[in-house]
């Protein structure tokens, strides 16, 4: 008796897929690929797994929503493991290979300068969601047609927080600083650009010491022990992830932050909460913050990104989701795939945003996004994490990020 | 170049005490890992490709059991007791098999091993880093000598992989099993014909690398970021420090290893743009003047 009920159900199971076959092709074939590659292991893979997190929140609230011109959306994701190189080989693969049709380009700097090659080349559409690089866009030379940033840029945050750097260094009287960035474009460029209008706010500051670990380096200890003999009142990182992870718990064995002041833009809940002796009152912006900008919609983002997994949100989360609500914009107002069509409809759109300033965010017409909150506080252990945190002035950022744009000769 | 920086670190005692804990403990570390590199090289002839693997169990297998034990010395006993299991079987299932073998098949079963198990790792443990955080006894502050900051944690560390190296050193030197793994390392078929059972010989001395290699990962888990592919790092270092050492010698491995250190620790001053790079030319200026090695035997 089982053994016929075995073969009828085998037998009307492949009648059914004989059948059904075409829809599911059809299906398929209907489906919107976009592709995603980021470093999805490794010391700083929390940058692409809080990315894909997102994104596939953000793939299930648009297919609710009946997808994009009424296909619906799926991801296709890759792991470059951080290797420029294999990024631009991803890249190609994604989009000759598996058929996605745009693209997510979800790389640290690193990667980034390498994949907006195989974009120019290709003329898809792409946004890249995480490499703060300024001029990957604000430099015309590299800039490329069908390729847009939904990140925040060096330049800003160097403007903002060097501000509020300033107002701190006077008030605690800190003229000697250090920095520790990690070795590679985002932390030279970036460190460059802080220090540059850090000058500009305070000219009496003397850099004694600067430390340049690899990305993803395992030991700190020859910088930490240089830093401890430059004697600086306070250090300026830009490390992060498990790096920045590893580098506070490493000096926490050299009692480093009892020695100098911290300060970092690049601190996130997630490393908050792996370090597990975080010192209070590291300043600190406030990459993604529940609390800043203050509103409910920022809270309710950030508190279904908890519920849906088990965790919160990083800088990178909300970066990835802000480049989707683009893609969706773009896409009605174009009414097409067509990656000229896209890159059209993206320059100089304004969206509605949780993360904005005033509640937009837009995407200029060199082709990066401004307006989103940035702000700088200090850390404390428990929530919410950062306190007293103070709003940046975008009028002041953007008229100083003329005048470097200006001097790199960019426009 | 800041030969000047470097000048007056040397002429400060407090700078000289700072910089050269800060060398010993990389130097230490990277030790206990290119220990057993040499060691598997010297009596096998296998170039382990594999052995930054174990030095990433080591790490993950302690980070796991300090959650279930809350204990640190159980955790570091945890870390190098499974690596050592795991060296084992790893030689007795596998390298076993291409003894003799073409040493680019060698670094093809290792490269095989090493690409697994960090998959492995991403499938347990996760994709991301973990941080074990400092244990609480070692939750103090550092100490001064002649004004430089010596950290009690890696106090510890560098008195633990000393230990090592003398346990080590004497264990080859002067008791039984050492001395046949030194006859094994010049003539493993004279051992054998005389009796020596190398199966399992060849398999501890596995053991004892893996374990080693765990040891020092379950040691540096407190203060460095766990994440998959950690141990390629550190196995670049190792194979130079074998390098410069000697293929095959221990007392090499401890010599160079704390060159290299202090290399990092002084160079990081002088040189701070070029300190990776001092390592190889370091590598490279000891070769040309003795290419066997700094204890190599020449061939």
Known sequence: ?411 | MDLDALGSCLATPACVVTQTTSGLIVGMLLFLVAAGVTLIFGVLKIVNFAHGTFYMLGGYVAYTALGVTDSYTLAVLSGTLAMALFGALFERTLISRFYGANVLMQLLICYAVVLIFDDVVKIVWGPEFHAMGMPPAFQVPPFFIAGGVVPPFYAVLIGIAALIAIVLGLGLSLTRFGKTVRAAAINPQMVSTLGVNTTVLFATVFAIGGGLAGLAGALAAPVRSLSPGMGFSILIESFIVTVIGGMGSVAGALVSALLIGMVRGFGTIGFPKFTDGLIYIVMIAILILRPQGLFGRRS
Not at chain 1, 288 to 310: H, I, M
């Open chain 1, 1 to 411: 008796m089982s053994g016929l009920t075995t073969r009828r159900t085998v037998l009307a199971g492949s009648a059914a897929s004989l059948l059904a076959s075409p829809w599911v092709a059809k299906a398929e074939a209907n489906t919107l690929r976009i592709g995603m590659q980021s470093i999805l292991s490794g010391p700083i893979a929390l940058l692409g797994t809080s990315s894909r997190n997102s994104l596939i929140i953000e793939q299930d609230r648009i297919n609710t929503a009946g997808g994009f011109l009424g296909r619906p959306i799926e991801f296709v994701f890759r792991d470059s493991k951080g290797q420029p190189q294999e990024a631009a080989r991803l890249t190609r693969e994604l989009v000759n290979s598996t058929g996605c049709e745009l693209l997510i380009d979800a790389e640290a700097s690193s990667g980034s300068f390498a994949v907006q090659e195989v974009v120019r080349d290709l003329g898809v559409a792409c946004i890249h969601t995480n490499s703060e690089t300024s001029s990957l866009t604000a430099d015309p030379k590299i800039r490329a047609p069908t390729a847009f940033r939904v990140a925040r840029q060096g330049v800003h945050d160097a403007v903002a927080g060097s501000i509020h750097l300033a107002d701190y260094a006077n008030a605690k009287k800190l003229n000697k600083w250090a920095t520790c960035s990690p070795d590679y474009a985002y932390g030279r460029d970036t460190t460059a650009q802080y220090l540059q209008f850090f000058k500009q706010f305070k000219p009496d500051i003397e850099i004694v010491g600067e430390g340049w670990p690899k990305l993803g380096q395992p030991d700190f200890t020859e910088v930490i022990t240089k830093l401890i003999q430059a004697k600086p009142q306070a250090l300026f990182t830009l490390l992060y992830a498990g790096d920045l992870s590893a580098f506070v718990n490493q000096g926490n064995v050299y009692a480093l932050f009892s020695q100098m002041t911290v300060a970092t833009p690049n601190v996130d809940y997630p490393v908050l909460a792996a370090i597990k002796n975080l010192p209070a009152g590291i300043q600190s912006a406030t990459r993604y913050l529940e609390t800043f900008p203050d509103t409910p919609a920022n809270k309710e983002w950030g508190q279904a990104y908890l519920k849906r997994w088990n965790e919160r949100p990083t800088n990178w989360s909300w970066q990835n989701s802000v480049a989707m609500h683009f893609y969706e914009e773009a896409i009605k107002k174009a009414n097409s795939l067509d990656a000229k069509a896209l890159a059209a409809a993206l320059t100089g759109m304004k969206i509605n945003s949780p993360f904005g300033a005033d509640g937009t965010i837009t995407m200029r017409d060199d082709h990066t996004m401004v307006g989103y909150a940035i702000g700088w506080g200090q850390t404390t252990p428990k929530e919410p994490f950062i306190v007293d945190v103070k709003a940046a002035d975008w009028g002041k950022i953007i008229e100083l990020e003329t005048e470097w744009k200006k001097q790199q000769k960019y426009i």
